[in-house]
């Protein structure tokens, strides 16, 4: 008796003009995230089998993998029916159950017993050999017997992936990645939708911290978990954050810093070869995220703006963020630059002639370009999780 994983795909299977795209995404990811395990990988159209000595490792890895629907340990047998009610017994041992019922698929219709007739038979082995009832249709267990030429697959604990598409498969986009709560999990959806990532964090030192930029290193190996080859830009922005204070009445400073935030991550895209912009924008959670402010600050760019917590109440943000892992870090209390001399009345329906009159004050735009020139990029290994 052999034991296996079997990975049953999850959304992709409907896609069928892209299938194997997606499958040779998915493999590709799943070889990455097991790196440094022995293993043996085989896959086909509908589904893909992993062969190893380390299958409680490779389950729990798994469990970070886009584009998975879910992960069934399962034995691989002989198909001769002697053998199979053995295999049956060893492989129910330590799994706990008190009602099952046994489906049985005879691939194999030259196997002499009727797919009914085997569940029976099936049925009865585990009766007799553990305390349990059969209930057909809320059972604790559902045992999947499937007869084939090749080999007879039981299907034991299927346990749930996290769906989605495999990483990559839509290309690479920004994520505008702050300390808050809100950026990670913009991240985190993103990746599920198959968009991978590199982070662009702005940075004003001195008025921002080492820990400020440190917690978002560490927020970006979070969600590098979910993808294993995310970069960090840092952009040196205290110069313009600086011209900007001096130059603009007080409360449009908030909605010009975010126009030349937009501006920078439109040059990273641009440079980077990238496809959008995300952001953790939430509508009408703060002044520059409210619609008019929205449309006043996306202006300055023509490039797709993804938001995927835009319709999210902050609750809503707060589980996944606690989900995913994030939620710890997020609140550690380092100020970010957008929240060093927050104004008192920040404009809530600020006017586009307005700001592009105060930006024609001071010349923005080598500053913005030096900001671009002078980012500094962090590549982050999957390991990093577990030594910042
Ligand atoms: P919170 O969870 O506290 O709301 P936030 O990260 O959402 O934090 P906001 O001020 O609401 O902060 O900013 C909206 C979005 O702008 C962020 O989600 C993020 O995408 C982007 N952003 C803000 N500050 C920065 C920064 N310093 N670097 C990169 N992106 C930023
Ligand atoms: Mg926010």
């Given amino acids: 008796m052999q034991k296996l994983i079997l990975i049953k795909y999850g959304e992709l299977t409907t896609k069928k003009g892209n299938r194997n795209t997606f499958i040779k995404l998915l493999v590709r990811n799943v070889n990455s995230i097991l790196k440094g395990i022995d293993y043996h990988i085989q896959y086909d159209r509908v589904r893909m089998y992993i062969e190893s000595e380390n299958i409680e490792t490779i389950i729990s890895r798994l469990q970070k993998v886009f584009g998975i629907h879910s992960i069934v340990e399962c034995f691989k047998v002989n198909t001769n029916m002697e053998e199979i009610k053995e295999s049956l017994v060893n492989a129910l041992k330590n799994v706990d159950f008190k ?48 007869i084939r030429k090749e080999g007879t697959f039981l299907y034991i604990r299927e346990i749930d992936g996290i769906g989605g598409y495999p990483v990559g498969i839509q290309g690479k986009g920004l994520l505008m990645l702050s300390g808050g709560i809100d950026s990670p999990v913009a991240g985190y959806l993103s990746l599920k939708r198959g968009v991978d990532l590199e982070c662009l964090y702005f940075e004003s030192p001195p008025h921002t911290s080492l820990e400020a930029k440190n917690k978002v290193l560490k927020l970006a190996s979070i969600i590098n978990a979910y993808s294993g080859n995310i970069k960090v830009h840092v952009v040196p922005f ?35 070869h990238l496809k959008v912009i995300i952001n953790g924008e939430s509508i009408g959670q703060v002044a520059s995220q409210t619609l008019d402010s929205m449309c006043v600050i996306n202006s300055v760019t023509n490039l797709p703006v993804i938001r995927p917590v835009a319709c999210m109440d902050k609750l809503e943000i707060i589980d996944i963020s606690n989900k995913i892992g994030t939620y710890e870090t997020s609140i550690l209390p380092f100020e970010d630059c957008c929240t060093i001399f927050l104004p008192k009345h920040p404009v809530i329906n600020p006017e586009l002639e307005k700001c592009i009159y105060y930006e024609s004050l001071f010349d923005y735009e080598s500053l913005v370009e030096e900001c671009i020139n002078t980012i500094e990029t962090h590549t982050l290994e999957e390991q990093e999780e577990d030594l910042l």
């Fill in 238 to 272: 205290t110069n313009l954050q600086e011209a900007i204070y001096k130059n603009v009445p007080e409360s449009y400073v908030i909605t010009i810093m975010r126009r030349m935030m937009y501006r920078i991550a439109s040059g990273v895209v641009k440079k980077r």
């Fill in 99 to 146: 009602t099952f019922k046994v489906e049985t698929k005879r691939a194999d219709k030259n196997f002499p017993t009727s797919s009914m007739e085997c569940s029976r038979i099936f049925g009865g082995v585990v009766l007799k050999n553990f305390d349990c009832k059969v209930d057909v249709h809320h059972p604790d267990l559902i045992i999947k017997v499937e």
